[in-house]
């Protein structure tokens, strides 16, 4: 049975057009997708993203657990409500999940991992945990939302439950701070400025309702995916799963090598991948003829090696088609692209193409 968020009734209501998620009856958009895109780039725009998992992992060991459990380490947040991205990896280095984990204290800690993986991450956390002393709560009462865009500050701070002494605006960048029973965090899929609010559900419909009041355009999952690849964020299940390495997925930066003296899930494997001489590397493509890039069209390098492209598509604040790719290391700065049997140009760039509403690339 597809699961329903507690905003599925406001969706509808809004004339949102609805599919099937990973197992949950999301809004895909409210109209133009393309629209909602430039809002969120240009204004402010909300997402519902209740359908993600919020673990919250308590108990003595719950630090050493987590620098066990992530190839990121969790000793670097040292200020209440720091934020840290990493993957959660097997013994083979594979990716079972990536993820946001909150420092709340030495001895509390606030992850967000994806929907789609809800089953069997839980199930890994919790089978990693039984050699430590530690609770694992999943918080199942909470929905989120996130507030993303140049204004979204303007628009959701004089609207969030007060905190003594503070306002939300204050939060820096990948921290989340406390207001009442709500968890605030300034961060986001977008590469936009903005917040993802979680809230326990009685309370969300009011808050979008007072969103929607405000101005706020309400956004599809459409939209966030041609924000996040703009901004060159990976999609769990496209551009790595577990058949897959960070190393081979642009997610080298969220691994900490040191102390040299911590040992976590994957590390050996890693050790070993990194020494290798011919691991493939995760490039950004800028299509330079007509046509549209798509996931698993086949990239092809100038000595007639091939990779292949993991996400790709229309990029509606560049107007031009780019992707995220799989390639071998010898790339160069140009590269062709299989669209239906014709060899289309392509340009390799970083995998960052629009961050805070600008072009990162030149065109």
Request: aromatic share 8%; charged share 25%; proline share 4%.
């Amino acid at each position: 049975m597809t699961k329903q968020t507690i905003l599925n009734n406001a969706h509808r209501e809004l004339g949102a057009r609805m599919v099937d998620f990973g197992g949950w009856d999301m809004p895909v958009n409210y109209g133009s997708q393309i629209d909602e895109h430039h809002e969120v780039r240009n204004a402010v725009g909300m997402f519902d993203v209740s359908h993600m998992t919020v673990v919250d992992v308590s108990g003595q060991q719950a630090k050493p657990f987590l620098q066990y459990l992530l190839a990121n380490d969790v000793a670097k947040l040292e200020r209440q409500g720091k934020a840290l991205y990493s993957c959660m990896l097997n013994e083979d280095a594979g990716i079972i999940d990536d993820l946001i984990v909150y420092f709340l204290d030495d001895e509390n800690y606030r992850l967000v991992v994806n929907a789609s993986t809800r089953d069997k991450d839980l199930a890994w956390i919790e089978q990693q945990a039984e050699s430590f002393e530690v609770s694992i709560d999943e918080r199942a009462n909470l929905a989120m939302i996130a507030v993303q865009g140049p204004k979204a500050r303007q628009k959701v701070c004089p609207i969030l439950p007060e905190r003594l002494g503070m306002s939300a605006a204050e939060i820096k960048p990948f921290s989340a701070c406390w207001f009442g029973e709500w968890f605030v965090g300034r961060t986001g899929y977008t590469g936009e400025d903005g917040f993802e609010i979680m809230l326990p559900e009685d309370k969300a419909l009011g808050f979008w309702r007072q969103l929607l009041e405000v101005g706020v355009k309400p956004c599809g999952l459409g939209a966030r995916d041609t924000l996040r690849l703009e901004a060159g964020m990976n999609l769990y299940g496209q551009d790595m799963d577990e058949t897959k390495n960070p190393l081979e997925s642009g997610l080298a930066w969220t691994i900490s090598w040191s102390p040299a003296e911590r040992d976590f899930i994957g590390k050996a494997a890693l050790e070993t991948i990194k020494q290798q001489t011919n691991n493939d590397k995760f490039v950004g493509l800028l299509l330079e003829d007509k046509g549209v890039l798509r996931g698993h069209q086949q990239v092809v390098l100038e000595d007639g090696s091939v990779g292949e492209i993991t996400s790709g598509g229309y990029s509606p604040t560049m107007e031009r088609s780019i992707a995220l790719a799989r390639v071998p290391a010898t790339i160069g700065e140009q590269c062709k692209i299989d669209i239906r049997g014709k060899l289309k140009n392509a340009s390799v760039v970083k995998p960052c193409f629009v961050r805070q509403g600008a072009v990162q690339i030149k065109l």
